[in-house]
């Protein structure tokens, strides 16, 4: 009986691993359909209401402007080029935070959020983090971390609606994603927090200064990161 009920549990664990583990795999050259995220605000979940139509796109990498990748950097993952999916330091800062009882502040990192985006749902939970760090842990292992950065770019949100580097980038400017300055590609960063009710397009004054906090944060002198941009 034991040993039955012991083979059970490996048959699920395999198929649990290949569930999980194959559309990882894929990903890594098959640009994304959608994600979980796209369909969760396709039938109304989320802030900001229903969506009619969700704007999405997909480009490569090398047709994203230099600047937008720099924008997201330095505002969600300032690490990304050294971390392995999960920032260390982030995280002990958040928990101090939480300790003194200030208000929670987030330590997900770029990975950890294409995780998230990708497969999962937005509400926290235990078993949200968990699987978040089940497929972070695996999307580190089997993407380059220059794989990882345009999947997230093209599957953020940046707007009601509006997912991704290419589609926001024409909707809110009027311009192709390789053609965004540093401007432009601040203001889309500094809505990732709240897309459904920001707009790059037309900043409150406190949107306005975040963008040029993050545009000042821009990393440049970082070789680990030149090699990922493929500078």
């Not at 004054?205 to 944060?217: M, S, T, V």
Request: with cysteine; glycine share 8%.
């Amino acid at each position: 009986m034991r040993r039955w009920v012991l083979a059970i549990l490996w048959r699920v664990a395999a198929l649990a691993l290949l569930v999980t583990l194959l559309p990882v795999a894929a990903l890594r050259w098959v640009p994304p359909p959608g994600s979980a995220f796209m369909v969760q605000r396709a039938f109304g979940r989320g802030p900001g209401g229903p969506c009619d139509r969700i704007e999405y796109r997909w480009v490569r990498g090398s047709a994203i402007s230099r600047h937008a990748k720099l924008a997201v950097l330095a505002a969600e993952d300032q690490r990304f080029a050294r971390h392995r999916g999960f920032d260390g330091r982030e995280i002990r800062a958040a928990f101090e935070t939480w300790r003194r009882g200030g208000r929670a502040r987030g330590a997900s990192t770029i990975s950890q959020q294409v995780a998230k985006n990708l497969f999962l749902w937005p509400r926290a939970s235990l078993a949200r983090k968990g699987l978040e760090a089940w497929f972070t842990l695996w999307i580190e292992v089997l993407w380059p971390k220059r794989r990882i950065l345009e999947v997230y770019l093209n599957i953020a949100q940046m707007g009601r609606c509006t997912f991704g580097i290419a589609a926001a980038s024409r909707r809110f400017f009027g311009l192709a994603p390789d053609r965004i300055g540093a401007h432009e590609a601040a203001l889309l960063a500094a809505v990732l927090p709240n897309p459904a009710h920001r707009r790059a397009d037309a900043p409150s004054p406190a949107l306005r200064d975040r963008a040029a906090r993050i545009r000042r944060q821009m990393p440049t002198a970082d070789p680990e990161l030149q090699r990922i941009l493929g500078e």
